[in-house]
């Protein structure tokens, strides 16, 4: 992909998800009355997409994005009153702009024509209100042609609904104007609407700007002035608040309506981003910050060398004080290089609530697919995590949280009978355990049917019709290949996700899922995620001739080799570890590699409490930072490797992927019946 | 030297406006992300001309168009609309309130280039 096409998905992307929390939070709200601040937010984000598209040749894009941006702009003008079936079908549109800007990374082609024809048949099946009202002899015509049709159509909504229509007379010196003007809009916002921002016709001094700000408000005059502490004149009066508000009026829940105009006390939220967003904040690539930390990591390779030649001159020449200033020299070095990697590796990260507001969108959406009501609460936003992490762990997370509205929660029919509250609870919740970010999603459904995972095993011949298996054990088998009962795995969905994939998913990206689940409780599912994988300490052991990095965080202890403690059982090794028998694989087994080494041997203990294991191995070679790098889809098949590093300038190690081999040493009892 | 304000809330669509129209040579484009921005970069540069969209947070190409037709020290500014069809109406306005031509997105880069040559007098 160009570097500019990059750009161009980047920021569709950032506009489309920025859609799409600006349609939740018109969802949440518009049966109170319909926040034109946000609706406009929307169309502008949809209108600046289309544009963007545009120059760049992006056809369908721009196409479909014009469509929806027709059906906003209908919406904004209060032609097309606001409803759960409108906005269900902004959302499935900004979806399927989603979609087609993922396309432009794919280079994959998507006729768009179907959907625009559904557009147009969605515009045209809903009723429109006319808007017949003229402003003239109301309002200056000077004023008029200033305003767009969006502000004219404001100013005609708020007349309708009573309001007083003022402008408001402000002077700023002209090196602080922004900052002040934003202050003042923003009181507006919180007391009224603001309609349009105009400069004011005096001559003024040289060194100061002037705006005259016209908003409107059903706030007496008096009030106002008292409030906002600026010259305002009236343009046109409120009509009085004894008469009855049609606002008031019983709202039926479904059918269209005429949008209702903004209640009068509203909080300044979601304001216009401010200049400060656009202004301290700079968009980079995560590619370029995967190349800082490739050269932080060759720095520290180097400053290394430096350390070891230091060693060398302090054993020949003693601690002279050139000897002992060099060994200040490497401190430093060391020091600040580790500044470095750690400010670096703080850029990458990211508040988890980026994905929490996607995931929000995803359970509001698919919980009225399935008519099933559903509160969502989620804790631990401000929880960290790298970008890359961050982006990779979306999927399983989408999958789970559907899982937990298609099967964990129960029909309200069921949970009433049950005694439970009808509206079902899914809570995502984050937090950090040291250098773990744990995600946790929690369903108060009915809980997994362990004996339903029973027959399918026993079906399956993965266990004996009488065997005794824990229900810990069962669950865990959800997470097998193509295991699937319709108790776990999404049929809605249709994309056939498993969650054997999500647990392949985390174990790539060096984390684990673990599920726990009590019948008519709930249940909760865990994911333990690295908070960073661009660095990890690692050891570099040697297999053979061959090279391999054991990240150090999945090492509990190494060991010698003594011969006598080897043993065999039922074809298995076994190593007597301080009495425990620990089951153990050679690494020149799972590689075949045939070389012959002779001398000592170690093991190599990885994985905690009962899923531990050895690596018998042929020599250690020492510890390394590395920067793991992914594979990259060729390679996307193959079990065991995590990904590659570089160490040095051109020697490539692949990193072991420890949770898939323990997964193959340990679950081989289970490859007997296969 | 000429110098020419580009007034839009797009990254990318500033940049590629940029890269076109530094192809005409010696020209200094100074970028302006909302109408604050534009407002503030007014009297630090004596501005050519100035390119500005209609739909962009804060305030909008209309009213950053009232502004610099009333101000007597920069009304003398050319003014070129660059938005998308939708905003007819828009742009019409836009002509009222003094704006000197209008180009609709997306265009071909030889148009962009024409307009402003003949806009700047090249």
């Given amino acids: ?33 319909v926040d034109p601040d946000s609706l406009n937010a929307l169309f502008r984000a949809i209108h600046t997409l289309k544009g963007t598209a545009g120059l760049f040749g992006h056809q ?10 027709s059906l906003l702009d209908e919406i904004r003008l209060g032609k097309i009153a606001v409803s759960d079936d409108v906005i269900s079908f902004l959302f499935k549109n900004i979806d399927l702009l989603r979609y087609l800007v993922d396309g432009v990374k794919e280079k994959r082609q998507t006729d768009v024509s179907g959907y625009l024809a559904e557009i147009q048949a969605f515009r045209e099946s809903i009723s429109k209100a006319g808007e017949a009202q003229s402003l003239e002899g109301v309002i200056d015509e000077s004023i008029l042609k200033v305003l767009s049709e969006y502000e004219e159509h404001r100013l005609k909504t708020n007349l309708k609904e009573g309001k007083g229509i003022y402008i408001l007379k402000a002077v700023f010196p002209f090196t602080e104007f922004d900052k002040m003007l934003e202050e003042v809009r923003g009181k507006i ?27 409107g408000s059903s706030h007496p005059l008096k009030e106002l002035e008292e409030t906002l502490k600026f010259e305002i004149h009236t343009l046109v009066e409120p009509k009085s608040a004894v008469e009855p508000k049609p606002a008031v009026e019983p709202k039926p829940a479904v059918e269209p309506k005429p949008v209702p105009g903004k209640p009068p006390e509203r909080p300044p939220q979601l304001a216009e981003p401010s200049l400060k967003t656009t202004t301290t904040t700079v968009r980079v690539d995560i590619e370029k910050l995967d190349r800082v930390l490739s050269t932080i990591a060759e720095l520290t390779l180097a400053r290394g060398a430096v350390k070891r030649i230091w060693t060398e001159m302090a054993e020949a020449y003693g601690h002279t004080p050139l000897v002992i200033d060099m060994y200040k020299i490497t401190q430093t070095l060391q020091r600040k290089l580790a500044e470095l990697q750690e400010q670096v590796l703080e850029i990458r990260m990211v508040p988890i609530g980026q994905i929490f507001g996607r995931l929000a969108q995803v359970i509001r959406r698919h919980s009225r697919d399935v008519g099933k009501k559903i509160n969502f609460e989620m804790f631990g936003e401000d929880t960290e995590i790298d970008k890359y992490i961050a982006e990779e762990v979306i999927d399983p997370l989408v999958h789970i949280v559907r899982n937990a509205i298609d099967h964990g929660i129960e029909p309200a029919e069921e949970r009433k009978a049950k005694g439970k509250k009808e509206e079902g609870t899914v809570t995502l919740r984050a937090s950090q355990w040291g250098n773990h970010v744990v995600i946790e999603v929690k369903d108060d459904g009915g809980g997994i049917n362990t004996e339903k995972i029973r027959q399918k095993a026993v079906e399956r011949g993965i266990i004996k019709a009488d065997e005794e298996v824990h229900d810990k054990e069962l669950l865990e088998l959800i997470f097998t290949p193509g295991f699937s009962t319709k108790d776990t795995v999404s049929e809605v969905s249709g994309r056939g996700v498993g969650l054997d994939i999500v ?48 990240p150090l965080s999945s090492i509990s202890e190494i060991l010698t ?6 043993q065999t059982i039922e074809n298995r090794m076994v190593y007597n570890l301080r009495g425990e028998m620990l089951p153990v694989t050679s690494l020149k087994d799972i590689f075949k590699l045939t070389d012959n080494v002779t001398g000592k041997a170690f093991i190599v203990v990885v994985g905690f409490g009962e899923r531990r294991m050895g690596l018998l191995v042929d020599d250690i070679v020492g510890q390394h930072e590395v920067v793991v790098k992914s594979l990259g889809d060729y390679f996307k098949g193959i079990r065991d490797f995590a990904g590659a590093a570089e160490i040095g300038k051109h020697e490539v190690t692949l990193v072991l992927d420890v949770e898939s081999i323990i997964e193959g040493t340990l679950m081989r009892k289970g490859s007997v019946h296969v | 030297m000429k110098y020419i304000l580009i007034v839009e809330d797009s990254s990318t669509t500033r940049a590629m406006m940029r890269s076109i129209l530094e192809e005409l040579g010696e020209i200094e484009i100074v970028e302006a992300s909302t109408g604050f921005e534009a407002l503030r970069q007014l009297p630090a540069y004596k501005f050519d001309l100035i390119i500005t969209d209609i739909n962009m947070p804060d305030i909008n190409g209309l009213e950053l168009i009232n502004f610099v037709k009333k101000d007597p020290r920069y009304s003398h500014i050319p003014m070129l609309i660059v938005t998308t069809e939708k905003s007819e109406e828009d742009k019409k306005r836009g002509m009222t309130l003094g704006a000197d031509g209008y180009i609709t997105k997306p265009f071909q880069p030889e148009e962009l280039q024409k307009t402003i040559s003949s806009l700047l007098k090249l």
């Fill in chain 1, 1 to 33: 992909m160009k570097s500019s096409e990059k750009e161009f998905v980047a920021e569709a992307e950032e506009i489309l998800e920025e859609a799409g929390s600006l349609l939740l939070v018109i969802q949440d709200t518009y049966k109170e009355g």
């Fill in chain 1, 60 to 69: 369908g894009i721009t196409d479909l994005s014009h469509a929806v941006e």
């Fill in chain 1, 189 to 215: 916002k919180s007391i009224g609407e603001l309609l349009s921002t105009m400069p004011v016709s005096e001559a003024l001094p040289e060194d100061s700007i002037g705006f005259n700000l016209m908003f």
């Fill in chain 1, 503 to 550: 647990k392949d998913r985390l174990s790539v990206l060096g984390g684990f899922v673990d599920i726990v689940s009590e019948k008519d409780i709930g249940t909760t599912v865990t994911l333990t995620l690295p908070i960073t994988l661009a660095i990890i300490k690692a050891l570099m052991v040697k297999a053979g001739k061959e090279v391999f990095a054991v």
């Fill in chain 1, 561 to 566: 080799l003594q011969e006598d403690a080897m």
